[in-house]
């Protein structure tokens, strides 16, 4: 979950003395895109049919803050490295859940060392949240907040992380 991915150190440090072989999965998705889905599920918990630009600045800057953590791959990924080290990491990208989900689980079956499994059900979808609409305003300030952990993915990881 996204939510585990602003852990401080002492929260990762806690998490892998509960299984100190543990191996993480990390899924890398557009920063923006990570985030309007975090913002229109946040709408849609509430009812609302819309996000706009001062109901998330005036009435909840905790929204848009919460949206952007959780969009800073850069400084998420090194805080993980860094308390995980030298344990293995598979970073993921998001869009391949989608476009190509079974070579997506052999990828992690062999990163686990599972046995290869027959899975049913690929293409459905397990969440959707509900239409929001989403003010052009609110996606122009994503789009210049995350510039640069968009450019990052695309340097550490490729073009693929990024879409």
Sequence with gaps: TPAYSILPAEGIAHVRATNPAMKLLYIVRDPVDRALSHLRMAAARRSRPGIG?????????????????????????????????????????????RTAPEALLRQVEAFLGLAPHAYGGLADSVHKTAPVAVDPAVTALLEERLAGERAWIAARFGDAHAA
Excluded: T, V
């Excluded at 630009?53 to 919460?66: I, S």
């Excluded at 850069?74 to 391949?96: D, K, Q, T, V």
């Design 53 to 97: 630009l001062a109901w998330l600045q005036d009435e909840r800057p905790e929204l848009l803050e919460a949206a952007l953590a959780r969009s800073a791959y850069r400084e998420n990924i090194a805080r993980w490295g860094a308390a995980l080290a030298p344990e293995p990491m598979l970073y993921l990208p998001f869009a391949r859940i």
